[in-house]
């Protein structure tokens, strides 16, 4: 059974500085990995989408890897913004069935 | 604009009576469903819906129904709510099942 860790669980970083999140996954046989964000009190929002034949993507100060043999995404946000504190959760879909995957979230706090 | 629509937003309850969670997207998707969201667990999936009149269990779906008679509506039912069942509720869609998700504001259900 597919299952997503996310490392760290919280992190707070002075605002600037570039940060790295971290997604993890036990099944590589996936189809494509999404990250989105979570403001309090909101519903996700889809960040960056990358398909299982892709490396990255890049939208903006946000570039998403994927190394789907090690079964590992990050999330690179660079010159990071008050505006960027909030929860952000990596999921994917696995190639043989219908059912996203979550995982537990980073809850992210840039402070000015 | 292109949206999932979530009603109610709050909604309390008692235990046992019957109550209905609407979901409308007018992006024309195939592909919706339904997740809760609660502290420590995660976003689990609970039904989701390739097509109309085509639906399947996610991962938690004990004590919901849901229908899809027309494309843009997936309403979740919970026809006897029980106390465990106090979360927060998402509604999904993307096209085809593979894509960007795109998610409602969220319902949060309380069942005392």
Sequence with gaps: KQEVTQIPAALSVPEGENLVLNCSFTDSAIYNLQWFRQDPGKGLTSLLLIQSSQREQT???LNASLDKSSGRSTLYIAASQPGDSATYL????????QNFVFGPGTRLSVLP | ?????QNPRYLITVTGKK??????QNMNHEYMSWYR??????????YYSMNVEVTDKGDVPEGYKVSRKEKRNFPL?????????????FCASSQAGAEKLFFGSGTQLSVL
């Design chain 2, 77 to 89: 039912i919970l026809e006897s709510p029980s106390p465990n069942q106090t979360s927060l509720y």
């Design chain 1, 90 to 97: 990596c999921a994917v879909r696995p190639s043989y069935g």
């Design chain 2, 1 to 5: 604009e292109a949206q999932v629509t």
């Design chain 2, 37 to 46: 969201q609660d502290p420590g667990l995660g976003l689990r999936q609970i």
């Design chain 2, 19 to 24: 109550l209905t969670v609407t979901c409308s």
């Design chain 1, 59 to 61: 939208s903006g100060r």
